[in-house]
């Protein structure tokens, strides 16, 4: 029986593979290498020592599913692929709903259609929109989402939902992601962005390296401690360790279950370049910019279901995030490309 991890050479996907294979389980990576490279797959059986199976299929693909499906024993699917740069969701929202919702809706009837009715699914924070307060908890009501991004987060919820309500026999965990940043120890595998970061973290760690100047701070008149944006950043090997928890869950029974992955804690954008520069010993120049619309000033988790339901919480601090963010960027200046 075996783990099928759609998405699984991506940043968070190449983690969970990790702690996957660490926990004994088979496990099978499809990816398009979209926004990925197969050399992170390489690194995957490198740091555990084991081999797995790899595909490199798009979701989309419904007789490349099927194939898969055919030729494997799948008793469950971790669902990370997808589309995640929110600007080019704007500029280009067809693509999202295409990829994203299009894309999940094809691997659950392939899912359906070969008797495997087990997932769990990468949704984000972003679901929770602008009006609720942090700390946010799961029986919110989900906000307005401010681009399609998040929009297909949102609608991919509501599908697997009604997928649930239609079908008792499926089990399904909505995960819903925080901040994630960090990298595996061994500085083998960690997040490889296309271009110049959006995020926060890999913008910060190509300034300490100097591929960019500095770093813009986009805003200091939000309604926080310092006027910087706050947000609620979890180490990603923690959030790989989530996702056993889950599969877990879904593999020991049915239903549909949401949960914030989080550490509780939020942190503003100069606490985590103060805690970056004393973690490394790296000055990190920066500037304040104007705000970057459609952000948000304060986003941090309630993460106590998680802990209560999952038997999950986070254990990495901030200082370990940013060594670890570090350590991968400084081992590999060019990312994956060698
Ligand atoms: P990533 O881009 O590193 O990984 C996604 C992987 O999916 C990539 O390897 C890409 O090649 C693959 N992919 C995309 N479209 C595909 C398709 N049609 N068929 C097959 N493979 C496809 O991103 P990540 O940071 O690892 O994020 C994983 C998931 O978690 C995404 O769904 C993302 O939206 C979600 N998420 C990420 C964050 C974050 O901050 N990184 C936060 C919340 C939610
Ligand atoms: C962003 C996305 C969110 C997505 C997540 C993971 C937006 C509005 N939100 O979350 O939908 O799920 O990434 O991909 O894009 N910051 C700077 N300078 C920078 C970059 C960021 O000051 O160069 C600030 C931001 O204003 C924010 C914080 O750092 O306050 C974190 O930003 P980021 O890492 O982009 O994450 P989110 O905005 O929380």
Redesign the pocket.
Known sequence: MSILV??????????TCVELLNSGYDTII???????KSE?VKRIKEITGKDVKFYE?????REGLDKIFAENSIEAVI??????CVPESISDPLSYYD??IG?TVTLCQAMAAAGCKKIV??????VYGSENPSPLKEDMPEGKTTNP?GT??LYIERVLKDLYASDNEWSVCLL??????GAHKSGRIG???NGIPN?LVPYITQVAIGKLDHLNVNGNDYPTPDGTGVRDYIH?VDLALGHIKAVEKVLGETGCNTYNLGTGTGYSVLDVVNAFEKANNIKIKYEIAPRRPGDIATCYSDPSKAKEELGWVATRDLTEMCEDSWRWQSNNPRGYEE
Do not use: M, Q
């Open positions: 759609t998405g699984g050479s991506g940043f968070i996907g190449s983690h499809l990816d398009n290498l979209c926004n990925s992170s299929c798009d979701i989309r693909d669902h990370f692929a997808g589309l995640k990829n994203n894309g699914f990468s949704s984000s924070a972003t991004y297909t987060k819903r992601y925080f901040n994630p940043i997040e490889d962005p995020n990603v």
